[in-house]
């Protein structure tokens, strides 16, 4: 890890290039990205598809089997989401907020994927933690509708509102989508303000960057 971005600790394959931005940094990525409008929704779009000067697509997540190409979301309190297959022929990266958590994103990104979810990896960036995330109960309401286990994700608060986790949101999508390598986790964008923006914290601000590059 150098000063300007956090390397993902996941067991990648020899030449996956995967982290995450830290605030005002001059960081430089590995390769040119080409970007995608995030809307916070469930739609995937394909690196292949994009050209670099073409006005970005309406999506949460793009994916990748083409060597060189870099997948990148930009965050400040939602959650990202790296994926690489175990021998590195795809790659993924994953802009998951609430709602595109509960609309399904991760899901939608491992079906567009050709390896089994069994072979992949996954990598949880830095996002909000669960006591600095207040929601109503129509946010726990809508996980709930999916699953029931998703109970786990929230505590009840003294307003009688809920506090909600977004890394254990995330990893029971991935685990229920049978993803069970998976790693990060526990960086609180909103309480670590010399790293990381955060929407919440901040209100108007920049966003870090999440990336996975591919040789």
């Known amino acids: 890890m150098n000063s300007g971005w956090i390397r993902a600790d996941w067991p990648a394959p020899a030449g996956i290039i995967a982290g995450t931005t830290l605030r005002d940094s001059e960081f430089e990525l590995p390769a040119q990205p080409r970007r995608i409008n995030q809307v916070h929704g469930a739609g995937v779009a394909r690196w292949e598809m994009l050209a670099a000067d073409d006005a970005p697509p309406d999506a949460d997540a793009i994916v990748s089997a083409t060597p060189g190409s870099l997948c990148v979301v ?31 994103v991760i899901e939608a990104a491992i079906a567009a994927l050709a390896t089994p979810p069994g072979n992949l990896i996954a990598w949880l960036g830095p996002a909000i933690s669960q006591p600095a995330f207040e929601v109503g109960g129509e946010v ?3 996980f709930l509708a999916g699953s029931a286990g998703a109970a786990d994700a929230f505590e009840k608060n003294a307003r009688g509102r809920w506090q909600a986790d977004l890394y254990v949101l995330g990893e029971q999508r991935l685990q229920a989508a049978g993803v069970t390598a998976v790693s990060g986790g526990g960086l609180c964008t ?6 990381f923006y955060s929407y919440r914290r901040d209100g108007s601000t920049g966003r870090m960057l999440s990336f996975v590059y591919k040789p």
């Open 190 to 195: 909103h309480a670590d303000a010399g790293r």
């Open 140 to 142: 726990r309401d809508a």
């Open 74 to 104: 930009r965050t400040a309190d939602c959650l990202p989401v790296l994926l690489c297959s175990n021998d590195g022929g795809e790659i993924a990266a994953v802009h998951a907020g609430w709602r595109g958590l509960a609309a399904g």
